[in-house]
């Protein structure tokens, strides 16, 4: 899928939804249990029950890879079921890997040839080489780590070298490394007020926002300041509709859930003449 | 394991190396791939040959997870079987993980609760609720980055704000959150000319110091510039001791090659006066 794409399946859903799916096997409904595979029970009836209303997922590997062998069963089986009944929903496994080049390699292979992930994210530190790797994969993507949602962001992301803050910085060289078609960047809308200067250095990349909901982001001011005449937009959302109700209800709940913000989207969508 | 008992198993092995289990299946020899397990069969065989001169192992998960469940699988076998068998080595999953918090955890769990691992690596950018929940666990290691071997730390690890580089305001940052009896940090080989003034800001933790062998670094410099009074050092030797040889004398070659390395380790920390 290429930026285009996706933009087009923007519009088709009048939404630019991602639901993130942090399946913890803890917080599922209990009564699920009984199933061979829990958690892809669970992720199965959250897809078909959402997926009118999404145009991306994001399972986060930390949740599959604490239960072992089995998570990454649920993992994978999460991701084709997902390629298979919705072709055109883009899979993100928020994975935030990055090591030296011949070992990104290897971690490209574990998403982009072992499994259906369209995408996958990736920590800037360890610098271009353990980028690139991923870039090599036709029609996949690279969801770099620009500014994160969460606190410890402010201990190194604005680390500022004569103006230019680190995570400016990773945007400026980023940006030569692939194009609009297989690069994204992670900024959390818990930082949306910086989405203005982000814009400033990549005014056509789309952008992954996390921190909508629980984290206590706006989903209004990442729209003003982080949209642009493509969307340039996946604003995620994970507990706040995975986890709106535990009952055997849970799936009816979170398609309420997701139906609002795709609802909401719709409207900013509409106003910015995308839709 | 804390710092001193780490030294302890240096002293006692006359060596500070780490062995660096980067199993490729597509390098390991051919004939080992009739086995169930190719890849642990060829950990087991190194470890058994390399294990009397060695004090810790280090699978890079990429080259695990590449293989999807059978990989994690080989991993954790891998773990496993240097737990039951050698239980004094300290036993490194390089990861390379960090996510917001309430995710760092579940990674965590992954390997502290999951597997053998005494330690894990972890990238910096997030900060540092991404890199505490690895310190709540007894005697397990957070092996964060610092100043890494390949070309592309020059990206963003020399990023200096008024006099401080990113990998020394990681250094200062998180040196307060934990201990030196559960973190130390990773710097290049590549980069031992940096290793003084690494030293000025963490004189007391260990470091994991990769890039010797196939990346050019040198065992002499790193010693000159990073030893402490408790050895302080994990120099860390992949390609160059376990793809040493590929026909059926592979792991009498890699003990070899092992051998060599304790015996120069052997030989500075007499120098330094600490055997």
Redesign the interface.
């Known amino acids: 899928m290429n930026s285009k794409q996706l933009f087009e399946n923007i519009r088709k859903k009048k939404s630019f939804l991602c639901v993130g799916l ?1 399946s ?1 096997i803890d917080k599922i409904p209990g009564f699920l249990l009984d199933h061979d595979d829990p958690v892809f029970e669970f992720n199965r009836r959250i897809v078909d029950a959402t997926a009118q209303f999404t145009v991306a997922y994001k399972p ?1 590997a ?2 599959y ?5 089995s ?3 649920s993992l ?1 089986r999460t991701a084709g079921y997902i390629k298979q009944h919705y072709p055109d929903i883009f899979i993100i496994a ?1 994975a ?6 011949n ?2 390699k ?2 490209a ?2 998403f982009f ?3 259906n992930f369209d995408a996958v994210t990736v ?9 690139t790797p991923f870039l090599s994969y036709d029609n996949r993507w690279v969801v770099l ?1 620009a500014l ?10 604005y ?3 004569n103006g230019t803050r ?1 995570f400016e ?2 945007l400026h ?1 980023s940006k030569q490394w692939g194009s609009i078609d297989n690069m994204m960047y992670v900024v959390g809308a818990t930082r949306a007020e910086m989405l203005e200067d982000i814009r400033k250095i990549i005014p056509d990349h789309f952008l992954l926002i996390p921190g909508i909901g629980a984290q206590g982001g706006s989903l209004e001011e990442v729209v003003r300041y982080g949209m642009n005449a493509q969307c340039g937009l996946l604003v995620n959302s994970s507990r706040g509709i995975i986890f709106a109700d535990t009952t055997s209800g849970f799936d009816r709940v979170a398609a309420q859930k997701a139906e609002e913000l795709a609802g909401e989207m719709s409207d900013y969508l509409q106003n910015f003449n995308l839709i």
């Open positions: 942090d913890d986060n930390a949740f890879e604490c239960r072992g062998i998570g990454w069963q994978e928020d935030k890997r990055g090591d030296i080049g070992t990104s290897m971690y292979r574990a040839e072992g499994t920590a800037p530190y360890m610098g271009e080489d353990s980028v780590l994160t949602s969460n606190k410890g962001a402010d201990d190194f992301q680390h500022n070298d680190l910085q990773v060289r």
